[in-house]
């Protein structure tokens, strides 16, 4: 069992930039691949980007590619979301998942939320106009 605490939201104004951390815990961090994804009102859980276990493969969503930069510690068993040029529509509450992967899966990562087994409580940013 993988428990998963998110930090770093909150409320900022657009154009500005901030970090979201992820923190592991009750698992062995360095077997899973990470994921960000978010959530607005109203709207589906979205993948925001991921990264494999090694740290070597990322993926972006098109609407962040550019902004977000995903990065993660595995003596730390933390995963990190840096994002900049924050939009009002980045507002959402945003999710940490760990995804387990196969032995000779270490560059694998997923965009699919089915492929995430362990999530996070959420936390909110909301970004001001």
């Known amino acids: 069992q993988v428990h998963l605490v998110e930090s770093g939201g909150g409320l900022v104004q657009a154009g500005d930039s901030l970090r979201l951390s992820c923190a592991a815990s009750?698992?062995?961090?360095?077997?899973?691949?990470m994921g960000w994804f978010r959530q607005a009102p109203g709207k589906v859980r979205e993948s925001v980007a991921a990264?494999?276990?090694?740290?070597?493969?990322?993926y972006y969503a098109d609407s962040v590619k550019g902004r977000f930069t995903i990065s993660r510690d595995n003596a730390k068993n933390t995963v990190y979301i840096q994002m900049s040029s924050l939009k009002p529509e980045d507002t959402a509450v945003y999710y940490c998942?760990?995804?387990?992967?196969?032995?000779?899966?270490?560059?694998?990562?997923?965009?699919?939320?089915?492929?995430?087994?362990?999530w996070g409580q959420g936390i909110q940013v909301t970004v001001s106009s």
């Open positions: 009750g698992g062995t961090f360095s077997s899973y691949a």
């Open positions: 998942a760990a995804a387990p992967t196969p032995i000779y899966g270490n560059t694998y990562f997923y965009r699919d939320r089915n492929d995430y087994r362990y």
């Open positions: 990264i494999s276990r090694s740290g070597g493969s990322l």
